[in-house]
């Protein structure tokens, strides 16, 4: 069985039975799950969705999930359904290591941005696309149709707390570059190679305080002219082809 036909993990697994249905063709879930709180309701959702359950043994679990920490359910997922959609963040990180590129959205709340950042995302090989969950758009049918087919490619996680995000991210060894025009740094001498997260602001006032002081390096668009600043989709593509021009020559 190809690895990218199996996703694993409580959130995991409930993505991918929210996202799709259709797209799940079996979920296996440890023999005990009745005795663990989280399981209980993952059931219950998988059920209620017009799925069932295959009990299995821990064992079994383990043989499908490979080195991954499947929490007690793994699901199986029919044709070109991919795994990497469906994780999480924490395994996103893990999984792509030092060549692991995010774009976070802090507060982006235009519909159409948010779908043209999903269309560059997937264009420029991102592996996905963070944004709080409060004060921010959603993956809303305006911004799948602006997508075109991204938003179910692309990871859209969503964070209740962006700054501890990031210190997270931090911790985990991912380098944090924010965009502002608040800065004599330019986004071609930032070395933007190994695990980075390119942070955009919102549409109005761009970076919040905390997100900008969570940084570790802020850049700035060189600007010819008399604009002062670029569409948030726009800035974003810049940035996030600078990143993949950078590491495509790193590799050369």
């Known amino acids: 069985m190809s690895?990218?036909?199996?996703?694993?993990?409580?959130h995991a697994v409930h993505a991918?039975?929210?996202?799709?249905?259709?797209?799940?063709?079996?979920v296996y879930i440890i023999k005990d799950w009745q005795r663990q709180g989280r399981l209980r309701d993952l059931v219950g959702f998988i059920e209620s969705n017009g799925l069932e359950v295959q009990i299995s043994t821990k064992q079994e679990l383990a043989s499908l999930a490979g080195d991954g920490s499947h929490q007690g359910v793994v699901a199986r997922l029919r044709g070109a359904a991919v795994q990497q959609t469906f994780m999480g963040l924490d395994e996103i990180v893990a999984y792509r290591g030092k060549d692991l590129l995010l774009l976070i959205l802090d507060g982006v709340t235009d519909p159409h941005n948010l779908g043209a950042c999903l269309r560059t995302a997937e264009a420029v090989g991102a592996d996905a696309i963070v944004a709080p969950r409060d004060?921010?758009?959603g993956l809303?049918?305006?911004v799948r149709k602006v997508a075109s087919?991204?938003?179910?490619?692309?990871p859209?996680?969503?964070?209740?707390?962006?700054?501890?995000?990031?210190?997270?991210?931090?911790?985990?060894?991912?380098?944090?570059?924010?965009?502002?025009?608040?800065?004599?740094i330019s986004l071609?001498?930032?070395?933007?190679?190994?695990?980075?997260?390119?942070?955009?602001?919102?549409e109005e006032?761009?970076?919040?305080?905390?997100?900008?002081e969570g940084c570790d390096a802020i850049i700035a668009i060189p600007m010819q002219g008399q604009i002062e600043s670029l569409n948030v989709s726009v800035a974003a593509a810049v940035c996030l082809y600078e990143a993949r021009r950078q590491r495509s020559a790193k590799r050369t």
């Open 3 to 10: 690895n990218n036909q199996i996703v694993y993990g409580v």
């Open 135 to 137: 004060r921010a758009v």
């Open 205 to 212: 006032k761009g970076m919040r305080r905390l997100t900008g």
């Open 188 to 202: 071609y001498e930032q070395d933007l190679t190994g695990p980075v997260a390119i942070i955009m602001g919102g």
């Open 149 to 154: 087919g991204s938003a179910e490619r692309v």
């Open 16 to 26: 991918a039975v929210k996202e799709s249905t259709e797209a799940v063709e079996t």
């Open 156 to 184: 859209f996680i969503t964070v209740t707390n962006l700054a501890r995000t990031m210190r997270q991210l931090k911790d985990e060894g991912v380098w944090l570059v924010g965009a502002s025009g608040d800065t004599d």
């Open 140 to 142: 809303t049918a305006a």
